[in-house]
């Protein structure tokens, strides 16, 4: 079995659930409790058909007071993942407008994966009646892809570390396949499949007219 070592970089904002994403790949576990973060790295490591990935993960912080010294986690990254919250379309804003441009500056050639967070709150009752007071919603998966496509992106993946961790190792195996160039345009379409499904599968009844129900719900309560 070869061995392959990998740098793996997360960007985006305070809270989209990058340190969760980590977590849950590297110890299985899930915190609620949100701990800010500087820069942290971990380690893990990955086997898949003949190689075994190294995966040295850095997590960075999305706040402005590292704007300066966050590109300096940037060297020798072999991919970049730009994470966002599903249920804050802000998040996916900043994606476009902020983090993309910022990659992009010092890595101009490391492939990049979009990465949609907490994907088992998009139809989260609360969440939607905070999102409907200000004629907002949650980031649907085409939205998502959309924006993907915008940034030129590999591919996009979403991810729930809530409740296990199988969406999670389906992210890291992308992003295995995206290092060792090995991540073809059948992989890409499958995994733009899967989160298109992902998004349909709560139920048949269109989605815009069960948010519209939840958001009269909203104006009830």
Same mark, same amino acid.
Not at 44 to 51: G, R, V
Not at 79 to 86: A, D, K, T, W
Not at 108 to 136: A, V, Y
């Given at each position: 079995?070869?061995?392959?070592?990998?740098?793996?970089?997360?960007?985006?904002?305070?809270?989209?659930?990058?340190?969760?994403?980590?977590?849950?790949?590297?110890?299985?576990?899930?915190?609620?409790?949100?701990?800010?973060?500087?820069?942290?790295?971990?380690?893990?490591?990955?086997?898949?058909?003949?190689?075994?990935?190294?995966?040295?993960?850095?997590?960075?912080?999305?706040?402005?007071?590292?704007?300066?010294?966050?590109?300096?986690?940037?060297?020798?990254?072999?991919?970049?993942?730009?994470?966002?919250?599903?249920?804050?379309?802000?998040?996916?804003?900043?994606?476009?407008?902020?983090?993309?441009?910022?990659?992009?500056?010092?890595?101009?050639?490391?492939?990049?994966?979009? @990465? =949609?967070?907490?994907?088992?709150?998009?139809?989260?009752?609360?969440? #939607?009646? %905070? !999102?409907? *007071?200000?004629? &907002?919603?949650?980031?649907?998966?085409?939205?998502?892809?959309?924006?993907?496509?915008?940034?030129?992106?590999?591919?996009?993946?979403?991810?729930?570390?809530?409740? @296990? =961790?199988?969406?999670?190792?389906?992210?890291?195996?992308?992003?295995? #396949?995206? %290092? !060792?160039? *090995?991540?073809? &345009?059948?992989?890409?379409?499958?995994?733009?499949?899967?989160?298109?499904?992902?998004?349909?599968?709560?139920?048949?009844?269109?989605?815009?007219?069960?948010?519209?129900?939840?958001?009269?719900?909203?104006?009830?309560?």
């Amino acid at each position: 079995m070869e061995e392959y070592s990998c740098k793996i970089v997360l960007v985006g904002d305070s809270r989209c659930g990058k340190t969760s994403l980590i977590n849950r790949f590297t110890k299985d576990k899930f915190t609620e409790v949100y701990t800010p973060t500087g820069f942290e790295r971990y380690t893990a490591t990955y086997e898949m058909s003949d190689y075994r990935i190294n995966f040295t993960i850095w997590d960075t912080s999305g706040a402005p007071a590292y704007d300066t010294v966050r590109p300096l986690a940037y060297q020798d990254a072999r991919v970049f993942l730009l994470c966002f919250q599903i249920p804050s379309p802000d998040s996916l804003e900043n994606i476009v407008n902020k983090w993309y441009p910022e990659v992009k500056q010092h890595c101009p050639n490391i492939p990049l994966i979009l @990465c =949609g967070c907490q994907s088992d709150l998009r139809n989260d009752t609360d969440i #939607l009646c %905070s !999102l409907s *007071k200000q004629k &907002k919603t949650p980031v649907t998966s085409e939205q998502a892809l959309a924006a993907s496509r915008q940034i030129s992106a590999t591919t996009y993946v979403e991810t729930t570390t809530k409740h @296990c =961790g199988k969406t999670v190792r389906d992210a890291f195996e992308v992003v295995a #396949l995206a %290092s !060792l160039g *090995k991540l073809n &345009k059948n992989h890409v379409s499958i995994q733009r499949h899967r989160s298109l499904m992902k998004s349909k599968c709560k139920s048949k009844i269109d989605l815009k007219e069960e948010l519209r129900d939840k958001a009269r719900n909203c104006t009830l309560m």
